[in-house]
C-alpha cells in the first residue's frame, strides 16, 4: 500500500531532486495514512533519504542498468510498484522521468499527472494542481484510476526534513526486451545544467553577438550557474540549443534567473517563470521583463554586467 | 516508409490565457490556433523524408470540426493525406488511445509526434501511443534519421545529449533541433490549392473510458512590482539577493 518514490540518482549520488521527491512523497504518504518506499537505481549510500521521510529503500544495483533506458527504468519502477502494493508512485520532473512517465503508465494502466506543484488537495477523488499553458494557467486535475501516476514540479514543493528509516533492501528486476540502445553520451562534465542548476545566467540579442557572451559564462562561474539564452539567440546560431529556454526550449525552475539583454517576450518568460526569483538587466525600461522580474537594473549590460562580476567576485570572497 | 505526424491544434503562443463556464473551460475567443511548435518540427522533418527517401505522409489530430485548418495548414506544407478522429480531446490518454488505434490500422512504421503541447503540456501523448502499440520510443528527439527499418536518433538529456540505436516501429517526441527554426516551411499559394484536394478523413472515434479530467484552472496572482536598483549602485542588487531574496 505504501507511496513509492522514484530517487534518480547520477554516478551513485542521489540528485537534489531525489529529496523534493521523497518529500513529496512523504507528505503524500500521511495523507493516506500509509507509509513511504523509495526506488533507487544503482545508488551508493541511500541513507540520506531518511531525513526526508523514506521508511524504505529497495536498492536496484545491476550493471545492465547502468545507462538509463526509459523502457528498463519503466519496468524496475513497475516491478516496485507491484511488490509494494503501491497505489501513487511519484516522479520528479527530469528529462528522464518524463520520458519513462507515459510507459510507465501504460504499464500500470496508471492515469498520469505532470507537472505537479502541490500535495494533492483531496485524496478522494483524487485532484492535484499542475501547471498547463506553459505556467499561464494552474490546473486541477483529477486522476480516477486505482493507482495513480506523479511527475513532481521541479524546486515548488521544496525539501521537508522528516526522520525515518529508510531501510535498504536488494531488490533485483527482470527486463523487458529493450528495443532503444545508447550508443554514445556527450556531457559536458565541468558545467551545471540547466535541469541542475540553483541559478542560470541567461543572455539575448542585447549582447549584440556571440563574441560577447564571455562576460555571461564569468559572471555563471562566479555565482556556480548554468548559462542559457532566449530563442533568437539559439536561432541565429550565437548559442547551441541546448541553452534555449522559453516555451519551446528548456523550462527552467531554478532559484535565482538572472537575464541580460532579454525583452521577455511572452514564450521566454512562460518557459523561465517557475524560477522563483527573477533579475533583469535592459537599457530598454519598457522592455516587458521588468514586469516580470523581482528586481531590475536599467543600464548598460556591457556596463553592468562586468561590475557585477567585480562585485560578486568581492562579496564571494567576503563569505 | 509509412509516416504518421500528429498534430495537436494548440492556441498560438502569444495567446492571452483566459477561462470561461467558472473556470473549467479554456476561453476560445479571439484565439489564434496554429499546429503546436514541437509537433512542426516533426512534420518539417518528415518532409524530408517525403522528399529524400519517398516516404508518405499521414497527419493526424483527435479533435472536433474546428481543428480541420490546423490540418489543412499541414497538408499544405506538404503532408499527403489527413486523418481527423472525431472526437474532442480530452484527456492525454484517451488521445494516445485513439492514436494508437490509428497508427495500428494505418500499419505505420514511423510516428512522430511533438514531446508536449504547448497548451496542457501534459507530454505523454506519445509515449503511451509507444506503450500501447508496443513500438520503440526515444522521445525529446533532436536529430532523426532512418535506414531501412534501422534508425540512429539524438536525444537531449540534462546537460547534453545521448544518441540512441533503433529500429521501426518507432515513435518519435520531437523537439526544436530534429530540424532548426530556419527549416520551418510556410505554405505557398501552390500548397495551399493542392491541400484542397488532398483527402482528410474523418474517423469515428472509439470508446474509451478517461483517466483523468481537468476539474478546474486558476490563473498565478499577478506578480507586485519590480524593485529597481540603479546601475550605479550594484552592491544593492548582491545585498538584496543575498538578505532579502535569500538565492545567493
Redesign the interface.
Known amino acids: 500500500m505504501s507511496v513509492l518514490v522514484y530517487t534518480e540518482s547520477e554516478k551513485g549520488s542521489l540528485k537534489k531532486i531525489a529529496f523534493e521527491v521523497a518529500s513529496y512523497g512523504k507528505a503524500v504518504a500521511d495523507q493516506l495514512g500509509t507509509t513511504l518506499t523509495a526506488i533507487a537505481i544503482n545508488a551508493d549510500d541511500t541513507s540520506e533519504l531518511g531525513n526526508y521521510g523514506v521508511d524504505k529503500v529497495l536498492k536496484v544495483t545491476q550493471s545492465d542498468l547502468e545507462t538509463?533506458n526509459?523502457?528498463a527504468y519503466a519496468a524496475a519502477i513497475q516491478q516496485a510498484t507491484e511488490k509494494e502494493g503501491t497505489k501513487v508512485v511519484v516522479l520528479s520532473s527530469?528529462?528522464?522521468s518524463?520520458?519513462?512517465?507515459?510507459?510507465l503508465?501504460?504499464?500500470l494502466?496508471?492515469?498520469?499527472?505532470?507537472?505537479v506543484l502541490e500535495a494533492p488537495s483531496s485524496t478522494s477523488p483524487f485532484?492535484v494542481k499542475r501547471?498547463?499553458?506553459?505556467?499561464?494557467?494552474?490546473?486541477?486535475?483529477?486522476?480516477?484510476?486505482e493507482v495513480k501516476l506523479l511527475?513532481v514540479s521541479k524546486n515548488t514543493f521544496g525539501l521537508h526534513e522528516n526522520k525515518a528509516d529508510a531501510t535498504p533492501e536488494d531488490f533485483s528486476i527482470s527486463l523487458p526486451e529493450l528495443?532503444?540502445?545508447?550508443?554514445?553520451?556527450?556531457?559536458?562534465s565541468n558545467?551545471?545544467?540547466?535541469?541542475?542548476a540553483?541559478?542560470v545566467v541567461s543572455a539575448g540579442r542585447g549582447l549584440k553577438g556571440p563574441e560577447n557572451w564571455g562576460m555571461v559564462e564569468e559572471l555563471a562561474d562566479v555565482?556556480g550557474a548554468a548559462t542559457a539564452c532566449s530563442?533568437p539567440v539559439s536561432?541565429l546560431g550565437w548559442r547551441p540549443?541546448?541553452e534555449?529556454v522559453g516555451?519551446?526550449?528548456k523550462p527552467v525552475a531554478s532559484?535565482?534567473y538572472i537575464a541580460i539583454g532579454i525583452s521577455g517576450a511572452?514564450?521566454h518568460l512562460?518557459g523561465i517563470?517557475a524560477s522563483?526569483?527573477k533579475?533583469?538587466i535592459n537599457t530598454d525600461p519598457e522592455a516587458p521583463f521588468?514586469?516580470?522580474?523581482?528586481?531590475?537594473?536599467?543600464?548598460?549590460a556591457f556596463?553592468?554586467v562586468p561590475?557585477?562580476i567585480e562585485?560578486?567576485k568581492a562579496?564571494k570572497a567576503q563569505q | 516508409m509509412k509516416i504518421l505526424v500528429c498534430i495537436s491544434h494548440v492556441?498560438d503562443?502569444?495567446s492571452k490565457?483566459n477561462?470561461t463556464a467558472d473556470n473549467t473551460k479554456f476561453d476560445t475567443n479571439g484565439v489564434q490556433y496554429v499546429i503546436n511548435?514541437?509537433d512542426e518540427f516533426g512534420l518539417t522533418r518528415s518532409m524530408w523524408f517525403k522528399e529524400k527517401q519517398g516516404a508518405h505522409v499521414t497527419v493526424v489530430n483527435v479533435g472536433g470540426p474546428e481543428t480541420e485548418p490546423t490540418l489543412r495548414k499541414a497538408l499544405a506544407i506538404g503532408a499527403d493525406a489527413a486523418i481527423r478522429v472525431n472526437t474532442p480531446a480530452t484527456d492525454?490518454?484517451s488521445v494516445?488511445k485513439q492514436l494508437a488505434k490509428v497508427v495500428q490500422d494505418g500499419g505505420f512504421d514511423l510516428v512522430i509526434a511533438g514531446r508536449e503541447s504547448?497548451?496542457?503540456?501534459?507530454?505523454?501523448?506519445?509515449?503511451?501511443v509507444?506503450?500501447?502499440t508496443n513500438s520503440?520510443?526515444?522521445?525529446?528527439c533532436?536529430s532523426l534519421e532512418v535506414d531501412g527499418t534501422s534508425a540512429?536518433v539524438i536525444?537531449?538529456?540534462?546537460?547534453?545529449?545521448?544518441?540512441?540505436?533503433?529500429?521501426l516501429p518507432l515513435i518519435i517526441?520531437g523537439?526544436?533541433?530534429i530540424v532548426?527554426?530556419?527549416d520551418l516551411r510556410i505554405p505557398n499559394m501552390r500548397g495551399i490549392m493542392m491541400a484542397r484536394q488532398k483527402p482528410l478523413t474523418v474517423v469515428d472515434p472509439i470508446s474509451i473510458e478517461?483517466?483523468?479530467?481537468?476539474?478546474?484552472?486558476?490563473?498565478?496572482a499577478p506578480?507586485?512590482a519590480?524593485?529597481?536598483?540603479?546601475?550605479d549602485n550594484?552592491?544593492e542588487?548582491?545585498n538584496?539577493?543575498?538578505n532579502e531574496?535569500k538565492?545567493?
Not at chain 1, 521588468?290 to 548598460?300: E, L, P
Open positions: 538509463f526509459a523502457k527530469s528529462v528522464n518524463k520520458y519513462l512517465a507515459p510507459l503508465a501504460i504499464n494502466n496508471a492515469g498520469y499527472a505532470s507537472n485532484v501547471t498547463a499553458f506553459t505556467n499561464k494557467a494552474y490546473e486541477m486535475f483529477q486522476i480516477n484510476t511527475g528495443g532503444v540502445h545508447v550508443e554514445s553520451v556527450d556531457k559536458a558545467k551545471v545544467s540547466i535541469a541542475d540553483e541559478i555565482l530563442k536561432d540549443h541546448g534555449h516555451q519551446t526550449g532559484n535565482l511572452i514564450q512562460a517563470n522563483k526569483v533579475v533583469v521588468f514586469k516580470a522580474a523581482d528586481y531590475g537594473v536599467v543600464g548598460d556596463v553592468v561590475q557585477l562585485k560578486l562579496f | 492556441p503562443t502569444t490565457i477561462f511548435p514541437n492525454g490518454f494516445a504547448i497548451d496542457y503540456n501534459g507530454g505523454m501523448v506519445p509515449g503511451m509507444a506503450g500501447l520503440n520510443f526515444v522521445n525529446n533532436i540512429t536525444r537531449e538529456i540534462d546537460g547534453g545529449k545521448e544518441t540512441v540505436s533503433t529500429s517526441g523537439q526544436k533541433g532548426e527554426e530556419s478517461p483517466e483523468t479530467a481537468s476539474v478546474s484552472f486558476d490563473k498565478p506578480k507586485g519590480v524593485k529597481l536598483v540603479s546601475p550594484l552592491d542588487l548582491i538584496l539577493l543575498h531574496a538565492v545567493i
